[in-house]
């Protein structure tokens, strides 16, 4: 565990293989990403109103399992540059960042509904 709070291990370029246990964590992530992407693809055909924020989370899934299985890629070539750990911390970064503007969106649903409302209690009183 003190080897992960070093910086050979984050910045080695010619990184050791994952472990097992790591490689069997970093497998399951990707088969959950890719089982929320397929659920998430079902889900939003008829979502109305969260339809956009289904559709982003899609994306998020899709997008990393992609980003993912290339790194998985990269460390089984023993890519040196490629399968460097850094690469995993940059990728876990844009995943926070990318969730954030997921959570800003869910943020102003609440609005929207509310809007929506607000029209169609105008529209009601329309020709």
């Known amino acids: 565990m003190t080897n992960l709070m070093t910086w050979k291990f984050w910045f080695a370029l010619r990184p050791e293989s994952l472990t097992t246990l790591a490689l069997n964590l ?8 890719t089982v929320l992407a397929f659920l998430i693809a079902l889900i939003k055909k008829k979502a109305g109103i969260y339809r956009g924020l289904y ?14 299985l290339i790194f998985l890629f990269f460390n089984y070539e023993m890519v040196p540059f490629f399968s460097a750990r850094f690469w995993l911390a940059l990728w876990a970064i844009e995943m926070i960042v990318w969730l954030m503007f997921i959570l800003r969106k869910i943020k102003k649903i609440p609005l929207l509904k509310k809007q929506k409302a607000q029209e169609k209690e105008l529209n009601k009183y329309l020709p």
């Not at 559709?55 to 993912?68: A, V």
Request: glycine share 14%; proline share 0%; aromatic share 10%.
């Open 26 to 33: 970093f497998i399951g992530l990707l088969v959950v990403l």
């Open 55 to 68: 559709k982003k989370l899609y994306n998020l899934c899709i997008g990393n399992t992609i980003i993912g």
